[in-house]
């Protein structure tokens, strides 16, 4: 088992709001959605299939927007600590042509819903983790994070 989780994130945020993945699990709380990336699959292909399991949205993937690390050994006590030290790489997403974000017909446990939440309710909501601040900074300032395949690299020549 690797000892870092890679966890593939789509943010996707249409008419100042964003698309949350909502939880019933000893209260409500939400998640971006995303999930685990899967043996052979690129992180731009994990995208993809995870926002499309947890919301039956099918996205076009943008630029890395965030890049979030939980290191379950210097965690605050928010979560397990029990959990696999994990690095969520969080790309902005834009919603293909007709398609409709939804609850799947066999969702994930304890998944209650797929809700566009407002940019400005935000903080309202208990997201996990909790980057409801630095969302917003993101819409606000779209910096985007380049991310460099390898395998779209051209060859390289050797002397």
Known sequence: MPHVRIRCTGLIIKDNCVLL?????????YNLPGGG??????????VVREVF????????VGQLAL????????????????????IHLI??????????????????????????IPIEELEEVFLIPNI????KDYV???????LIEDYRLDRLKIL
Not at 140 to 146: F, G, L, P
């Open 21 to 29: 993945v909502e939880y019933d699990d000893n209260g409500i709380h």
């Open 37 to 46: 990336l899967e043996p052979d699959e690129t992180i731009v292909e994990g």
């Open 53 to 60: 399991e947890e919301t039956m949205a099918e996205v076009e």
């Open 67 to 86: 890049v979030y690390e939980f290191a379950p050994h210097k965690q605050s006590g928010d979560y397990g600590i029990n959990e696999l030290h994990g």
């Open 91 to 116: 790309f902005e997403c834009t919603l293909k042509n007709n398609s409709i974000p939804q609850l799947p017909d066999i969702p994930d446990k304890y998944q209650t819903a797929v809700k566009w």
């Open 132 to 135: 409801n601040k630095q969302i």
């Open 140 to 146: 606000r300032n779209k910096r985007n994070i380049e």
